[in-house]
């Protein structure tokens, strides 16, 4: 039985799953946005989303140089931490969590494997910038019920002026074809 049992263990041993997912954190933090499968996805984003909250924590030098020992212990990798806490901080420091998506790209040709891409959310340039035209617009209007029949009224003679249009046309073939 499997109760209480929250860990996605990945068909590996604690050391392989914990260097596996060292090494995609890395990998993710270095490229931002990386394609892997969907159980590895989804197990990166809660390896991943505590060590980028820990470089929110800047209260003095102190705390600091404790959270970089901190991530560095997770990661293993200077490059990694130092991007982290650099420029990926920098540009989460006002989003109260849900730094990762994950996004579903199919299936894998050779083993039917489901593929997923995850990505940092604040480097995705086109969705930034979908978001912010998005929240430009944010003025609401009132509409009332005399536009729909203004509507209405003016479609309506439209179709009449077809049907009269075809009328014509049928009257004057049927005139030709009794000449």
Known sequence: MRHGDKIN???RKKAHREALLSNLACELIKHKRIVTTLAKAKALRTYIEPLITKTKKNSSK????HQHRVVFSYLNNKEAVKELFTTVASKVADRPGGYTRVLKLGIRVGDNAEKAMIELVDFNEIYGKGVATA???????RRSRSTKKAAETTAAPAAEETTSTETTEATSTEEKSAE
């Not at 102190?62 to 140089?65: A, G, K, L, N, V």
């Not at 929240?135 to 209007?141: D, F, M």
Request: proline share 7%.
């Open 62 to 65: 102190e705390t600091i140089m």
């Open 135 to 141: 929240a430009e617009p944010a003025k609401k209007t």
């Open 9 to 11: 263990n990945l068909g």
